[in-house]
């Protein structure tokens, strides 16, 4: 167990420490996710049925006799090695990152100074500060606490929280379990109290780690995408063996050349096998847990990111998440004026304060504590700064002498001042408007006009706080009156409070209204106090609910009053779960916010739960399926936008992977079935490879969002990703990209011109219809017009590769002559092109019908 000196009791480690331990302890985690270098990777994408494939045809065409062509296919192998390669290792370090990110946080004390880290990066010696709701990162020694209770059923199987004390660097080590023990350990749950704890063991020297439990014992099964892509791919895969097989048959019995026949099963195997489907869905479930994190969110189950289009509502807490979690001033009342306060009054250091409201600033500025942690005391001297800077109503040279504390009896507080040279002394008092108006032992008309102006500042959302002033003269042997009752208050005025609204949550909510997302407030904040925020939302009012009102309701008739209620007032967290399953019993799909301990079963509950990353606790965080980075509800708004374009350029790819595959199916077959010559090689499909893959999973990853993406509704929660109309689209698209190409076959052969020159121009019509059916599915919609006009600088390096590899392979006479290519070279572009606009055209008007027909069923 380390050991610490005093010194490092007030510093922690230093950096130089902390790093050197890291390096010989190794990082806190039980299983660390094994690095996959370089070879790794290319060991695995050897083992892939395509990669096996091509060996297969090169051993063929070595058994022919055809060096050239062998060599050739080792050629696209190592090319292909190398791009799959890069992209998987860039696929590699994102998840490094995220996983770095979604790693536990814990508070440590290092070089003085607070620090909060990756969980995995606590080391033996470093200083865990610790509070209710946290995950301990490590095993520790606790060196203070103060009513720490440790929840450590994950370790001994008894639910009831243990008490913990306080121990010394060298207690002696014990089991878990049993109240009245020093040690904190890792993977447990503080339930309450806090404590500063030394580690003393992390990963697998840890008590977890020495039982062999992981911190992880539920292991969630495929998500609904993965299971939907799983079946499409056994589907097309049966059907891409058994066109194979029947084309070798076919071959091997009417032409008699079983190693051509095996050849050409070959080819087609390449063109039929679906192995981008899964690739995609990869791809674009790591980028995009990336490109969340980037708008401060951080995403710690995928599955989160495909339910984030289906969102119907949107449950949020106010403080912190709509609003900016501080206080500031916004109304002063004193002798019967009110006083509003604008935001410049708040911000420039060089605006008054007008004469009437300097003495209810003072006063108030005089029951606060001088150095203020509460946020209301914070805005007080903060408006007092700014406003009464050099004046005789700042008092830093007084005395406190005695203080008054707030009790549930009497809702103020006040503090007693001593000036230099006075003999008297000053009293300030500050709390509730009724204990102060009940202090000032007012006349019943002056305290009833008083009420009435703080319930319509309550009403405006504002926190109210009275104020009041009086004289003591203690006399020498300073004998204070034994309660606030017995001083003789004069009122001064009222201040009026707010925690005020983020910048752009108006606009946030904006969008999701737009979008068809209700949005729902849930604060525990008075019914008043949320109907003034909820109209500054904009958010309808009509309809209020509060817990109480809550609780009296049976599941039926909550159900039923659900659906016109978007303000939730006075609600405590246990209320939220069963708010949750009360909207998912209604068919909606929920996101929920929440930060406390007792908020994780309903973010565990609710189809997207959302924990806050910087007030939040881990056991909320770890419940989640997101994490508010930065606790702004417009990020969150931001992050359901992103997933809306992440499945949407998801469901592009797949609908381009299938139609980009049945022209090559077709053509693979269709020399075989009429008794001409084989058409395409396993080099010519590799090459369509080289533009087919970039495209399914760089290109539509990185396509621009619709325009009216977050002006339409959510998708249905039971949507297939891949069926219905999309399916039949994708489908057509294909058919008439290969109904071009057949057409420009059938011309050829009617032409009589030499196989070579045939296999020529197919093959670039082809390879101009699949860079056609790029730009055809980047809508979805018919009007593939306008995606010409959005900014992607994938597709030029797709169109502009593509277009420079097939004029090497047409013009360069070793390539040619390694592809069986002949013939004129711009007579062969010619009709490249004109296949690329017929198969444009023919597929917006596919689009068309198939949106015609979906309106009218």
């Given amino acids: 167990m380390s050991t610490i000196n005093d010194d490092q009791l007030v510093t922690g480690l230093s950096a130089a420490q902390a790093q050197q331990r890291l390096a010989a302890s190794g990082y806190n985690e039980l299983n660390p996710p094994k690095p996959r270098r370089v070879w790794h990777i290319a060991a695995d994408v050897l083992k892939e049925p395509m990669f096996l494939l091509l060996i297969a045809a090169g051993g063929i065409y070595l058994l022919l006799g055809d060096v050239g062509d062998a060599l050739m296919l080792l050629f696209f192998v190592v090319l292909i090695i190398i791009l799959t390669v890069f992209q998987q290792h860039k696929s590699e370090r994102v998840l490094e990152a995220l996983r770095d990110l979604s790693s536990p946080r814990a508070l440590v004390l290092r070089d003085g100074r607070q620090q909060r880290i990756a969980g995995r990066e606590v080391v033996p010696g470093d200083l865990l500060l610790l509070k209710e709701g946290d995950r301990v990162a490590a095993d520790a020694v606790l060196l203070s606490c103060n009513d720490l209770f440790a929840d450590e059923s994950m370790l001994t199987g008894e639910s009831v929280p243990v008490l913990k004390i306080a121990g010394s660097p060298d207690s002696a080590s014990c089991q878990p379990g049993g109240d009245d023990q020093p040690f904190v350990y890792a993977g447990t749950v503080?339930?309450?109290?806090?404590?500063?704890?030394?580690?003393?063991?992390?990963?697998?020297?840890?008590?977890?780690?020495?039982?062999?439990?992981?911190?992880?014992?539920?292991?969630?099964?495929?998500?609904?995408?993965?299971?939907?892509?799983?079946?499409?791919?056994?589907?097309?895969?049966?059907?891409?063996?058994?066109?194979?097989?029947?084309?070798?048959?076919?071959?091997?019995?009417?032409?008699?050349h079983w190693l051509d026949a095996l050849l050409a099963g070959i080819s087609l195997a390449m063109s039929a096998l679906p192995e981008e489907f899964p690739v995609i869905l990869s791809v674009f479930m790591a980028l995009g847990a990336w490109r969340i994190s980037k708008r401060n969110v951080l995403t710690r189950r995928l599955d989160a990111i495909e339910t984030l289009g289906a969102t119907t509502v949107l449950c949020t807490d106010k403080t912190g998440t709509l609003t900016e979690n501080r206080m500031v001033i916004r109304k002063l009342y004193s002798g019967a004026q009110m006083l509003g306060i604008d935001s410049m009054l708040q911000v420039d250091a060089q605006s008054e304060l007008p004469e009437p409201w300097h003495e209810l600033l003072e006063f108030g500025i005089l029951a606060s504590e001088r150095t203020p942690f509460d946020p209301m005391e914070r805005a007080l001297h903060e408006l007092g700064d700014r406003t009464l800077s050099g004046s005789e109503h700042l008092h830093d040279d007084w005395e406190l002498v005695h203080e008054y504390s707030l009790s549930p009896e009497l809702l103020a507080m006040s503090h007693v001042w001593q000036g230099d040279g006075q003999k008297q002394h000053w009293v300030a008092a500050k709390g509730a408007p009724e204990a102060i108006i009940d202090l000032c032992h007012l006349p019943d008309a002056e305290a009833r006009a008083i009420e009435q102006v703080a319930a319509e500042m309550a009403d405006q959302g504002l926190r109210v706080l009275g104020v009041a002033r009086a004289k003591l003269n203690p006399g020498p042997e300073q004998r204070w009156p034994a309660q606030q009752h017995d001083i003789e208050f004069s009122f001064v005025g009222l201040l009026g409070l707010q925690d005020p609204l983020r910048a752009d949550v108006m606009d946030a909510i904006a969008q999701c209204h737009a979008a068809g997302i209700r949005v729902v407030m849930i604060t525990g904040d008075h019914a008043r106090t949320a109907q003034a925020i909820a109209r500054e939302l904009g958010l309808p009012v009509a309809g209020l609910l509060?817990?109480?009102?809550?609780?009296?309701?049976?599941?039926?008739?909550?159900?039923?009053?659900?659906?016109?209620?978007?303000?939730?007032?006075?609600?405590?967290?246990?209320?939220?779960?069963?708010l949750v399953e009360a909207f998912k019993a209604n068919g909606e799909i929920v996101a929920m916010t929440g930060d406390g301990v007792n908020d994780a079963p309903a973010l565990k509950a609710a189809h997207i739960g959302v924990a806050m990353g910087k007030r939040g606790t881990d056991v909320a965080r770890e419940a989640a399926g997101l994490v508010l980075l930065n606790d702004d509800f417009a990020s969150l708004v931001a992050t359901i936008r992103l997933g809306r374009r992440i499945y949407d350029n998801l469901r592009k790819a797949m609908s381009y992977a299938l139609a980009v595959h049945i022209p090559i199916v077709g053509m693979a077959m269709l020399p075989v079935l009429i008794g001409q010559p084989l058409l395409l090689m396993p080099a010519h499909i590799m090459f369509l490879e080289l533009i087919i893959g970039p495209a399914c999973s760089i290109f539509f990853e990185a396509e621009p969002e619709e325009k009216n993406l977050m002006q339409r509704p959510p998708r249905q929660a039971n949507e297939a990703l891949f069926g219905g109309m999309l399916l039949t689209n994708s489908l057509l698209q294909g058919l008439l990209a290969f109904a071009v190409a057949a057409a420009i076959y059938a011309w050829a052969l009617w032409q009589a011109w030499d196989d070579n020159t045939v296999r020529a121009l197919v093959f670039t019509a082809m390879v101009a219809g699949n860079i056609a059916l790029v730009f055809s599915n980047r809508s979805l919609d018919a009007s593939w017009q306008g995606a010409w006009s959005r900014e992607n600088p994938v597709l030029w390096w797709i169109v502009l590769g593509g277009s420079a590899g097939l004029a090497l392979v047409l013009g360069v006479p070793v390539l040619?002559?390694?592809?069986?290519?002949?013939?004129?070279?711009?007579?062969?572009?010619?009709?490249?092109?004109?296949?690329?606009?017929?198969?444009?055209?023919?597929?917006?008007?596919?689009?068309?019908?198939?949106?015609?027909?979906?309106?009218?069923?």
Wanted: proline share 2%; aromatic share 4%.
């Fill in 190 to 256: 503080l339930v309450q109290g806090s404590g500063i704890g030394q580690v003393s063991a992390t990963g697998k020297s840890s008590a977890i780690g020495q039982i062999g439990k992981s911190l992880e014992s539920t292991q969630s099964g495929d998500s609904p995408l993965r299971i939907q892509t799983g079946h499409l791919v056994r589907r097309l895969a049966i059907i891409a063996i058994t066109l194979c097989l029947s084309l070798v048959l076919i071959y091997g019995f009417t032409r008699g």
């Fill in 546 to 578: 509060t817990g109480s009102e809550l609780d009296a309701m049976s599941d039926e008739a909550l159900r039923s009053e659900l659906r016109d209620i978007h303000v939730f007032a006075r609600i405590v967290p246990q209320q939220k779960l069963r």
């Fill in 816 to 857: 040619r002559n390694l592809f069986h290519f002949s013939g004129n070279v711009p007579h062969i572009f010619g009709v490249g092109a004109l296949a690329a606009g017929g198969v444009l055209l023919l597929s917006a008007a596919a689009k068309r019908i198939v949106e015609a027909h979906k309106r009218t069923a």
